[in-house]
């Protein structure tokens, strides 16, 4: 049904973007009867909720959010240039590296074919991150995802 959309979209997108060092790496899938499985990457320092959760209600070194910020512009910027929007940006969705990279990960939200051209609809995401024209219901754009890059700055920065 309609939930085997989205896992196989999931797959779509993460098939796509395979050669991408800042989306997390899809490497194998396989099913049994009731379900798909995803053989994925490990992030074993956990997410960035993770990261914030140890600071103490204190905002992240500047550099620090400089350089997470930019790997996942990185992200964000080669997925608009296939025409996929993101639409679930939050700590919890990027994943922390040992070597202090981050990497996007869960496209369970993420909607392909989207240009300006092409809009979409749909009301998704997390209430804290999503753009005013997810809230109204309007057609929107991969836009939407420069809008909760914008929030996630501001959190890090001010831990607010």
């Avoid at 910027?77 to 919890?92: A, G, N, T």
């Amino acid at each position: 049904g309609q939930n085997l959309e989205y896992v196989e979209s999931e797959r779509d997108i993460l098939i796509q973007c395979r050669s991408n060092p800042f989306i997390i790496q899809l490497f194998y899938t396989f099913h049994n009867v009731e379900r798909l499985f995803f053989l994925m990457e490990v992030a074993r320092a956990g997410t960035l909720l993770n990261i914030l959760a140890y600071q103490a209600f204190e905002p992240l070194q500047e550099d620090r959010i400089v350089f997470y910020s930019g790997e996942v512009i990185c992200a964000l910027m080669f997925l608009h240039s296939k025409r996929i929007v993101y639409r679930d940006l939050k700590p919890e969705n990027i994943f922390m590296f040992e070597d202090g990279h981050v990497k996007l990960g869960d496209f369970g939200l993420s909607k392909q074919n989207v240009d300006i051209y092409h809009k979409t609809k749909t009301l998704c995401g997390t209430a804290e991150y999503i753009a005013y024209e997810i809230y109204h219901r309007d057609f929107y754009d991969e836009n939407v995802d420069w809008w909760s890059l914008g929030i996630l700055i501001f959190e890090l920065s001010t831990f607010k």
